[in-house]
């Protein structure tokens, strides 16, 4: 079983930086992929980044170069940095934690954070 609980979101001007973090229970989370989600009102719940437990990472092509997302095993924590921040990302972040394959998408998950809320004003 793992818990995941984020924090770091807020409100933050169009252009601006934000980071948001997520802390892991367990002793196993080195061998977990770590994800990024997101989800506006009225949307469906979207991919923003990955990374797997070997260090690989992947981007949704909507935050590829303003997004940067890290892991600290030694903490149990993985991060989403966030940069050039626009309207458009204003969202609930979610964190997940998984082993399944295709890590882009929900299913690959089991384990879901109860999000933290990034609001980009223009």
């Known amino acids: 079983q793992v818990q995941l609980v984020e924090s770091g979101g807020g409100l933050v001007q169009a252009g601006g930086s934000l980071r948001v973090s997520c802390a892991a229970s367990?002793?196993?989370?080195?061998?977990?992929?770590m994800g990024w989600f997101r989800q506006a009102p009225g949307k469906e719940r979207e991919f923003v980044a990955t990374?797997?437990?070997?260090?690989?990472?992947f981007y949704a092509t909507s935050v590829k170069g303003r997004f940067t997302i890290s892991r600290d095993n030694a903490k149990n924590t993985v991060y989403l940095q966030m940069n050039s921040l626009e309207p458009e990302d204003t969202a609930v972040y979610f964190c997940?934690?998984?082993?399944?394959?295709?890590?882009?998408?929900?299913?690959?998950?089991?384990?879901w954070g109860q999000g933290t809320q990034v609001t980009v004003s223009s």
């Open positions: 990374i797997w437990w070997d260090g690989r990472i």
């Open positions: 367990g002793r196993t989370f080195s061998s977990y992929t």
């Open positions: 997940a934690a998984g082993r399944g394959p295709l890590p882009g998408t929900a299913t690959a998950y089991d384990y």
